[in-house]
């Protein structure tokens, strides 16, 4: 029964595609080619008599050209959207320029800040960037960095803006690093503090390293440039 059922579907297709030719060949006016999809527009530049028809078949080999055309510029759109390696690479500098110049500003007043609250205050140029950060890109998807640069985080479904949780997971890796490192940190007085930040800092900038490469590596491995942390909080860095 399905066999059979198979078989009569199978001979209406083959008569109706046949329909179709005999149609082309056969054609006195022109069919407004410009309602056809691509496929349809290749079916009839197939089907259509070239000595019979020259002029249907040139118009739909123009159509076929333009929409092949139109398709490419909208890639080529799509990648110069997403072509934000080096955008993102100068932003970071400037980043780093803004954060140099709040840390120095905090620096002056930890003269006035109670013994107590002094070993705190100095672990904080371990967090400040991802403070920076999370709160920038939560705020506008932007550090003033990108700002600069005309770049801006956005959500990877449907472009719209990032949420905190968000924000947060684009950094959540470098955090976890971070708080793993200051945990493992001996601290026996506050005199001791500032002597093991070197080893600290060779720790967190080896593990950094690794986690950057990682990243780096992803994302020239895709076309839209995302990063892991952009696969992790589900985000993408788009040109505005």
Same mark, same amino acid.
């Given at each position: 029964?399905?066999?059979?059922?198979?078989? &009569?579907w199978a001979?209406? =297709?083959?008569l109706s595609?046949?329909?179709?030719?005999?149609?082309y060949?056969?054609m006195?006016?022109?069919p407004?080619?410009e309602e056809?999809?691509?496929?349809?527009?290749?079916?009839?530049y197939?089907?259509?008599?070239e000595s019979?028809?020259?002029?249907?078949?040139?118009?739909?080999?123009r159509?076929?050209e333009?929409?092949k055309?139109?398709?490419?510029?909208i890639?080529?759109?799509?990648?110069?959207?997403y072509s934000?390696?080096?955008p993102?690479f100068?932003?970071?500098f400037i980043?780093?320029?803004?954060l140099?110049i709040?840390?120095y500003s905090?620096?002056l007043?930890?003269?006035?800040l109670?013994?107590?609250?002094?070993?705190?205050f100095?672990?904080?140029?371990f967090?400040?960037?991802?403070?920076?950060s999370v709160a =920038?890109?939560?705020?506008?998807?932007?550090t003033?960095?990108k700002?600069f640069m005309?770049?801006?985080v956005?959500n990877?479904?449907d472009?719209?803006?990032?949420?905190f949780?968000?924000?947060?997971?684009?950094?959540?890796v470098?955090? =976890?690093?971070?708080?793993f490192?200051?945990?493992m940190?001996?601290?026996?007085?506050v005199?001791?503090l500032?002597?093991?930040?070197n080893?600290l800092?060779i720790w967190?900038?080896?593990?950094?390293?690794?986690?950057?490469? &990682?990243?780096i590596?992803?994302m020239l491995?895709?076309e839209?440039?995302r990063?892991?942390h952009?696969?992790i909080?589900?985000?993408?860095?788009?040109?505005?």
């Amino acid at each position: 029964m399905v066999f059979y059922i198979h078989s &009569i579907w199978a001979t209406f =297709l083959l008569l109706s595609k046949n329909d179709m030719q005999i149609e082309y060949k056969n054609m006195n006016g022109t069919p407004n080619f410009e309602e056809y999809s691509y496929d349809a527009l290749l079916d009839a530049y197939e089907a259509i008599n070239e000595s019979k028809y020259p002029e249907n078949k040139a118009m739909v080999a123009r159509l076929l050209e333009e929409i092949k055309g139109t398709e490419e510029a909208i890639v080529a759109v799509k990648k110069q959207k997403y072509s934000t390696f080096w955008p993102r690479f100068f932003a970071s500098f400037i980043d780093g320029i803004c954060l140099a110049i709040i840390t120095y500003s905090l620096s002056l007043v930890i003269g006035f800040l109670p013994m107590w609250a002094i070993p705190a205050f100095e672990l904080l140029p371990f967090f400040d960037l991802y403070i920076y950060s999370v709160a =920038l890109h939560a705020l506008s998807g932007q550090t003033f960095g990108k700002v600069f640069m005309s770049v801006k985080v956005v959500n990877y479904l449907d472009g719209d803006d990032i949420s905190f949780k968000q924000a947060f997971m684009r950094d959540a890796v470098a955090i =976890l690093i971070t708080l793993f490192s200051v945990a493992m940190l001996p601290v026996d007085s506050v005199e001791n503090l500032p002597a093991q930040y070197n080893e600290l800092l060779i720790w967190i900038l080896t593990v950094s390293l690794a986690w950057f490469i &990682i990243d780096i590596i992803t994302m020239l491995s895709n076309e839209k440039r995302r990063t892991m942390h952009d696969y992790i909080a589900g985000t993408v860095v788009i040109n505005i």
